[in-house]
Antibody, heavy 124, light 107 residues
Framework: EVQLVESGGGLVQPGRSLRLSCTTS????????MSWVRQAPGKGLEWVSFIRTKPYGGTAEYAASVKGRFTISRDDSKGIAYLQMNSLETEDTAVYYC???????????????WGQGTLVIVSS | DIQMTQSPSSLSASVGDRVTITCQAS??????LNWYQQKPGKAPKLLIY???NLEAGVPSRFSGSGSGTDFTFTISSLQPEDIATYYC?????????FGQGTKLEIK
């Protein structure tokens, strides 16, 4: 069974940092890209960041709203994806979901499995 | 960025009704569209991928169709447990983008 478990959320002051972790099991982590998606309270879904697999360069992409502040990374030996969030703003308050993504949309769909989410509240 | 326009934003229907939600992309996304179901306090659940493929374990009353820019999601016979918010999402190109959601209620 595919499982993704997020951790690291909490209450943080504006301008501070937080690192989210996504611990996975039930699939070969190194074969999949990973994404983070967030949902502000009472709002819709917003894609945040994506990291490719090593064969595709292991490179990352970001939403314009977080580019330069957030950094996604992965540890294939541990099956964990991370989201380092710096210079947090009140608008970053949301539930953050870790999602299994595809290395190739021709072969597999994107965002086919989601974690339960972790809540980040940015407030003074 | 590709804009996804989903309608309606809310929908009230009776048990047993056929329910249809539409999603329009601002440019051709081929078949690269997902449909999700989200219940309150829960993560989204993938129902349909590649516009028309049913995810394993999803009841057959759910279906999807379309390609290019126009897509449709259908529940053939609404059940009480289908009460949720439904989202479309394109993955033809980054940034992935979502429709604004359709909140489905029982009449």
């Amino acid at each position: 069974e595919v499982q993704l478990v997020e951790s690291g959320g909490g209450l943080v002051q504006p301008g501070r940092s937080l690192r989210l972790s996504c611990t996975t099991s039930g699939f070969t982590f190194r074969d999949y890209a990973m994404s983070w998606v967030r949902q502000a309270p009472g709002k819709g879904l917003e894609w945040v960041s994506f990291i490719r697999t090593k064969p595709y360069g292991g490179t990352a992409e970001y939403a314009a709203s977080v580019k330069g502040r957030f950094t996604i990374s992965r540890d294939d030996s541990k099956g964990i994806a991370y989201l380092q969030m710096n210079s947090l703003e009140t608008e970053d308050t949301a539930v953050y979901y870790c999602c299994r993504d595809t290395p190739n949309i021709v072969v597999l769909p994107a965002l086919d499995s989601w974690g339960q989410g972790t809540l980040v509240i940015v407030s003074s | 960025d590709i804009q996804m326009t989903q309608s309606p934003s809310s929908l009230s229907a009776s048990v047993g009704d056929r329910v249809t939600i539409t999603c329009q992309a601002s440019q051709d996304i081929s078949k690269y569209l997902n449909w999700y179901q989200q219940k309150p306090g829960k993560a989204p659940k993938l129902l349909i991928y590649d516009a028309s493929n049913l995810e394993a374990g999803v009841p057959s009353r759910f279906s999807g169709s379309g390609s290019g820019t126009d897509f449709t999601f259908t529940i053939s016979s609404l059940q009480p447990e289908d009460i949720a918010t439904y989202y479309c999402q394109q993955y033809d190109d980054l940034p992935y983008t979502f429709g604004q959601g359709t909140k489905l209620e029982i009449k």
